[in-house]
């Protein structure tokens, strides 16, 4: 075969990507009939850039190509890697494709297999590529090398991925070479599901590659995989998966460290110092159960931002395999979930044991040293060490005197016979250099002692756990500090208002934040009516709670100057994209009028509220123009009225309450029209059975605000009402009929302060007002509650009245007498009235 036409075309494949000419066959095997381990290699790794620069040369790099990292990271690959060059002819023993340190490349002693190398850096090829060099490397013989070549795409700078074994590391050492028992072995490429466990394969893949971040090495293993496994191939037959074996690697270091002592030996040179191969072999196995210790404890911890699950987790991390007991004490502030004082630790410092892990038997230590017990330590113990200095203080044996030394702390319990004897090792809990805390870690007598190296893993052990904890702790306390802002927001509504019954719950975030924008209110209006709102800020956390603490406050202001439920929202939405764009919100805004009967709503974007009818007890979602939410301007807001009756009860809430992951919102929707409709005892009861019937269905994530009103109404013959002329004369008439009007309503007892209040309105109106009828309206409820209207669009104001003065003392005495009142303005002028309360019955 012209192996330069071999070269120039891709390795012919079969179905499913695998080589056209070989089959799957059982593992090769030597002479003896033992299996021979070929495919377990140390593999050389090479990355190349976009330039064609070296960016990355692994250990098994340099011990191939005899180029250190230092000399090969920013060289051209092409200087670096076996390239074809001139193909010599197969007796020539011309080296060709200079390599630095005397390090040559010659095909022609072997067939190549694919395109060369050269070709790959080039970036000529768009799929692998592999073949055969021999080398010869500085102090050692000729080397046999199999290489494979992967171009890579992507978004990072790598271009091609080189892997390349040595061939003479399938020799057993000190054996004949297993390849003799095969004729021929050549890289080649295979899918690598073909093979016995190829799941195991494909894991083990990342360990060749260079350190880079988990989304970019599962990108090149992924192109890999792809791209065909590498294989190798005896004679024609036989294929066998190739994967790393640092073991192999060193073995062969090992092996050339001897060979060299050897060479110096018989040249007469110093023999340089070759550490021992066991004591070497312990080290790097310990260093290696350290390192997957640590690993697996932080895989372990930090699975969630609560606190008290982190503080478990970090306890359990460490029981029984580095130690038998765990015992973690925190600062009081930090279980508190609060800020504390900068500065070290003192000795009045309180500590909470937050847990207590032990492989002891049941019950052994819980009565000796309960967790939640809070107390300080003294100066004398390893435990302020610890806490002061911010390192770890290791005790190889707990001795009498510190026995007894740390016993004096726990006042009427002996715990000598749980610490004396053992190994002990404090650990400091910090983050950002400040100690929140320290594990105490105890160890049988009869286990080995704590060492050196404990010391060390367990200083990395307690810096990755106090990162975990800070970050629990920091939630933890912005959680509070965002809960206690939305407790203060969150307004305290009576139970009853004018005509109506209230009740409401508010229910914090599961998922997402347990702090959230949704909100609720009731607001009184002047003529006997209620505003009620339900409005849900999107998004979660402090800004969402701080956003909704701003548009409740502006509704509440909106709505006591009597605005059209229509025409409040749209002041609602000019204010919030006045404040910033991030501000959205879907808001329901209801008023509920208990004389006329009658529902006034506008809707933001928000969900329907529901209506649950009392002479039938049915229910029915209220269909309103839904409207854009609020902050998303150019919108018009439309208001509808519904009228209602006695009874009847309105249900408002946020869609945390109907919305479920993976489910449709009207299946909520359904359940909050069945459950609202439910017969219940109280108001309370009627909130209750819509939350349990809702909240139990699993998924709930979004804050939750109810609020639900009891429409009672006001009966007509609780309502009086009169109009007298803008005449001085008619303020008698007006103290007149409200006194006969109190004395038919059984409520003599509060005729005179009622006629009083009632003389100084009616004036101020009868002064201001142009030519319209001056209207009376008293209102017998819960409290007396008198109305007075006029023409006049001026609010009244509180004026300072001097002894001399004729006006300005009207106001006072309302304010002095009435239980509250009020002005606002109306559509045909202004309102001013008050309340009285009613002696009791």
């Known amino acids: 075969m012209d192996r330069g036409t071999e070269r120039d075309a891709p390795p012919s494949r079969g179905a499913g990507g695998e080589p056209a000419d070989h089959a799957k066959r059982e593992p090769v095997r030597a002479k003896d009939d033992t299996p021979v381990d070929a495919g377990r290699v140390p593999l050389a790794v090479v990355v190349v850039d976009r330039e064609g620069l070296v960016s990355h040369w692994s250990t098994g790099a340099r011990r191939l190509f005899g180029v250190g990292k230092d000399e090969a990271i920013g060289r051209p690959a092409i200087d670096l890697l076996p390239v074809a060059g001139a ?7 011309l080296p060709y494709g200079d390599f630095p340190g005397g390090a040559y490349s010659e095909y022609g002693a072997y067939d190549g297999l694919g395109p060369g190398l050269d070709s790959s850096l080039d970036r000529g090829l768009g799929y692998p590529a592999a073949g055969r060099a021999r080398l010869t490397v500085p102090e050692r013989d000729r080397v046999d090398v199999l290489w494979w070549a ?8 790598e271009r091609l991925l080189v892997l390349a074994a040595d061939a003479t590391v399938l020799r057993h050492e000190g054996e004949p070479a297993n390849l003799s028992a095969v004729e021929r072995v050549a890289p080649g490429f295979a899918v690598h599901t073909d093979f016995p466990g190829a799941d195991e394969l494909a894991r083990r893949l990342p360990e060749i590659m260079p350190s880079m971040s988990v989304g970019d090495s599962a990108r090149i293993v992924g192109q890999i995989l792809e791209l065909g496994y590498p294989v190798l191939e005896f004679s024609h037959n036989d294929r066998v998966p190739v994967t790393p074996d640092w073991g192999v690697a060193r073995r ?64 359990r991390a460490v029981v029984p395999r580095f130690t038998d007991v765990a015992g973690t004490y925190l600062r009081e502030q930090v279980v508190a979930g609060e800020g ?23 019950g052994r230590w819980d009565d000796v040293v309960p967790v939640g017990e809070a107390m300080p330590f003294p100066a004398h113990t390893p435990f302020f060490q610890c806490m002061t200095t911010g390192e770890p203080v290791l ?118 934040g347990r702090v959230g924008g949704d909100w609720f209110d009731a607001v009184k209006l002047h003529g006997a009516r209620t505003a009620l709102v339900v409005g849900d800020v999107m998004g979660h956390g402090l800004n969402s709670a701080a956003m909704m603490g701003q548009l409740r406050t502006a509704v509440q202001t909106m709505a006591a100057l009597d605005l059209p439920p229509a025409q409040l929202l749209r002041n609602l939405d000019d204010l919030a994209q006045r404040l ?82 993976g489910e449709d919102i009207g299946v909520g929707l359904a359940t909050l029209c069945e459950s609202a409709a439910h017969p219940a005892a109280s108001m309370d009861d009627a909130c209750d059975t819509i939350v349990r019937a809702l909240n139990t269905r699993g998924g709930r994530k979004d804050d939750v605000a109810l609020l639900m009103a009891r429409l009672g109404g006001i009966a007509p013959h609780d309502v009086a009402e009169w109009r007298f002329l803008p005449d001085p004369a008619e303020v008698g008439r007006a103290r007149a009929a409200v006194r006969e009007q109190l004395h038919d309503w059984g409520l003599g007892e509060s005729a005179d302060p009622a006629v009083l209040l009632v003389s100084e309105l009616v004036t101020n109106a009868v002064r201001h007002s142009r030519r319209n009828p001056v209207a009376v309206r008293l209102v017998r409820g819960d409290t007396l509650l008198c109305e007075v209207d006029d023409d006049d669009h001026e609010l009244p104001t509180l004026l300072s009245a001097g002894p001399g003065d004729e006006v300005g003392r009207g ?31």
């Open 580 to 661: 910033g764009d991030g501000y959205l919100a879907t808001c329901l805004y209801a008023v509920y009028d208990p004389i006329a009967g009658e529902l006034h709503l506008a809707n933001a974007g928000h969900i329907p509220p529901v209506l649950v009818r009392a002479a039938d007890g049915r229910s029915e979602l209220l269909e309103l123009p839904t409207g854009a939410p609020i902050g998303v301007g150019g919108v018009p807001f439309e208001a509808v009225r519904v009228r209602v009756a006695p009874g009847d009860r309105l249900v408002m809430c946020t869609d945390g309450l109907v919305e479920m992951r």
């Open 87 to 93: 193909l010599p002819e197969p007796d020539d023993d």
């Open 252 to 315: 062969v270091e090992r092996r050339e460290r001897r060979e060299h002592a050897a060479r110096a030996a018989a040249e007469g040179l110093p023999i340089p110092d070759q550490p021992g191969d066991d004591g070497e072999d312990l080290e790097y196995v310990a260093v290696r159960e350290r390192l997957e210790f640590l690993n697996e404890v932080s895989g372990r911890i930090g699975t969630s931002l609560d606190l008290s699950r982190t503080i478990v987790e970090v306890s």
């Open 150 to 157: 992967y171009p890579l795409v992507g978004p990072g700078t």
């Open 340 to 362: 504390f004082p900068d500065g070290v630790p003192d000795t009045t410092t309180m500590w909470h044991r937050v847990a207590l892990e032990h492989t002891d038997e049941p």
């Open 395 to 512: 005790v190889p044996r707990i001795g009498e005197q510190l026995g007894h030394a740390i016993a004096s702390q726990f006042d009427k319990r002996d715990i000598r016979p749980l610490i004396t004897g053992r190994s002990m090792l404090v650990v400091p809990l910090k983050a950002r250099n400040v100690v929140l805390g320290f594990m105490i870690l105890l160890r049988h007598p009869e286990r080995v002692e704590f060492n050196d190296m404990d010391r060390v893993t367990g200083a990395e052990l307690a810096a990755r756990a106090g990162l975990v904890l800070d970050n629990a702790r920091m939630y933890t306390y912005q959680e509070s500090v965002a809960e206690t802002l939305q407790d203060s927001m969150l307004p305290h509504i009576p139970r009853r208002m004018a005509g109506c019954d209230i009740a409401t719950r508010y229910l914090p975030g599961t998922l997402l």
């Open 811 to 841: 106001l006072r005495v309302v304010g002095t007498l009435a239980r509250e009142w009020g002005a606002s303005r109306t559509r045909t002028g202004k309102s001013v009235w008050f309340e009285l309360t009613l002696p009791r019955r």
